[in-house]
């Protein structure tokens, strides 16, 4: 860039002579650039005036209920997924367990088919005893002990077959709150201005927001 002359306008191609400093630009300009600098600027009122409008409008528009609408939707939203997705857990698992019946069910018909056995052995020394009628304490403690044995195999077979372990989701899935309360708006806008007053320390700001 060549050097100008000190009083000559610093818009390009401009040959006259300065008549102020535009405080726009931050350039020596002459009288005509300086006017028409004077009008691009008066011309963004007009825009400011719309802009402000709308805003207004907006303001003025704004219901409680709009707000409130929207975190009904929300929840209601959740509820919609968090109803699919158990739905489609309900079905996977639904499967799992046909899946797991079918995998053990020669299992079972063998464990079933064993007790069976054992319960009838049982029976049939009972009626040898009791067609005796004789028996010692030794007889019965052994028939005694076996009944017991199959019980528990029972309880025990049952118990394992197939379990399902569920787990309840708690109420905090969804939290409900508002930034308002938090300071959410009002503390970025304070902080800054706070920041730009000169510099806070972080406990002092901490408190600051805290009312
Ligand atoms: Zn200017
Ligand atoms: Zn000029």
Not at 7 to 30: E, F, G, P, W
Not at 92 to 106: L, T
Request: some cysteine.
């Amino acid at each position: 860039m060549f050097a100008m002359p000190k009083n000559q306008c610093h818009i390009q191609d401009c040959t006259r002579s300065v008549a102020t400093l535009c405080y726009c630009c931050q350039k020596n300009v002459c009288s005509k650039h300086f006017n028409e600098h004077i009008e691009v600027i008066k011309g963004q009122l007009h825009p400011l005036v719309e802009q402000r409008n709308e805003l207004a409008e907006k303001v003025h528009n704004l219901k409680i209920e709009q707000l409130t609408d929207k975190a009904y939707e929300d929840l209601d939203q959740w509820r919609t997924g968090i109803y699919k997705m158990i739905d489609d857990i309900y079905s996977k698992k639904r499967k799992e367990i046909e899946q797991s019946v079918q995998i053990n069910e020669a299992l079972f018909v063998k464990h079933k088919n064993e007790q069976l056995e054992k319960i009838e052995k049982v029976k049939l020394d009972l009626e040898q005893l009791i067609s005796q009628d004789d028996a010692t304490a030794d007889q019965i403690r052994e028939l005694k002990s076996s009944l017991q044995i199959i019980e528990m195999n029972l309880a025990v077979f049952q118990r394992q077959f197939i379990v399902v372990q569920t787990r309840l989701w708690d109420v905090d899935l969804v939290q409900i709150q508002s930034g308002l309360n938090m300071n959410f708006v009002n503390s970025i806008g304070q902080r800054k201005q706070k920041q730009q007053a000169g510099g806070m320390s972080y406990a002092h700001q901490e408190l600051e927001e805290d009312f």
